[in-house]
């Protein structure tokens, strides 16, 4: 699977819009670019994810670039409760092995 | 089940001791996964099962080790001889094979080697 960076941490104001990046610079052709979130001590929660489109749900929005090298994550109105540990991995849409997590971004929304 | 359930969710234990950890999947779901956080890290992937197979072995990181899964369902994570630094949070994961909808992740059982 493709590596991923993300930055260690971020603030958002409650209310704002938080966007979280993501680079997957090596990404391959059938690999997906998923999204999860882990509140503290809670395990992880899927958010998320997307081939080349952008993406939408009831949680948030994926905005992938068209060289799919990077994507952003959107919660568009964020909530002190959005507060946890975002995690960017791609990996091929099948069942065809582990995911690998990186150390994802810490982002604190503050009131 | 409607979530993945793990018991215990909690386990103290003492030094030299073994445990099992036990992972109750979604029903339905084909694929399971391993997973262990230890305090203030990222995941570290540890198994993975495609029924009652384990195609991906490579994150178990030593013999005392071991898991298997049954009826393509329930998994048992048994770790022999603890030692202090496998104190972590163990977690366990599902998916439908081939759907690509994500891992739904169990609240994960705590292991404290003391």
């Known amino acids: 699977d493709a590596k991923t960076t993300q930055p260690p941490s971020m603030d958002c104001a409650e209310g704002r819009a938080a966007n979280l990046p993501c680079n997957h610079s090596t990404i391959s052709g059938n690999e997906y670019v998923y999204w999860y979130r882990q509140i503290h001590s809670q395990g992880p929660q899927y958010i998320i994810h997307g081939l080349k489109n952008n993406e939408t749900n009831e949680m948030a929005s994926l905005i992938i670039t068209e060289d799919r090298k990077s994507s952003t994550l959107i919660l568009p109105h964020a909530t002190l409760r959005d507060t946890a540990v975002y995690y960017c991995?791609?990996?091929?849409?099948?069942?065809?092995?582990?995911?690998?997590f990186g150390d994802g971004t810490t982002l604190t929304v503050k009131p | 089940g409607a979530g993945v359930s793990q018991s215990p969710s909690n386990k103290v234990t003492e030094k030299g001791k073994d445990v099992e950890l036990r992972c109750d999947p979604i029903?339905?779901?084909?694929?399971l996964y391993w997973y262990r956080q230890s305090l203030g890290q990222g995941l570290e992937f540890l198994i993975y099962f495609q029924g009652n197979s384990a195609p991906d072995k490579s994150g178990l990181p030593s013999d005392r080790f071991s898991a298997e899964r049954t009826g393509g369902s329930v998994s048992t994570l048994t770790i022999q001889r603890t030692q202090q630094e496998d104190s972590a949070v163990y977690l366990c994961?599902?998916?439908?094979?081939?759907?690509?909808?994500?891992?739904?992740f169990g609240s994960g059982t705590r292991l404290t080697v003391v």
């Open positions: 994961a599902s998916s439908i094979s081939g759907t690509g909808v994500g891992y739904t």
């Open positions: 991995i791609v990996r091929v849409n099948t069942n065809a092995g582990k995911s690998t």
């Open positions: 029903s339905g779901h084909t694929a």
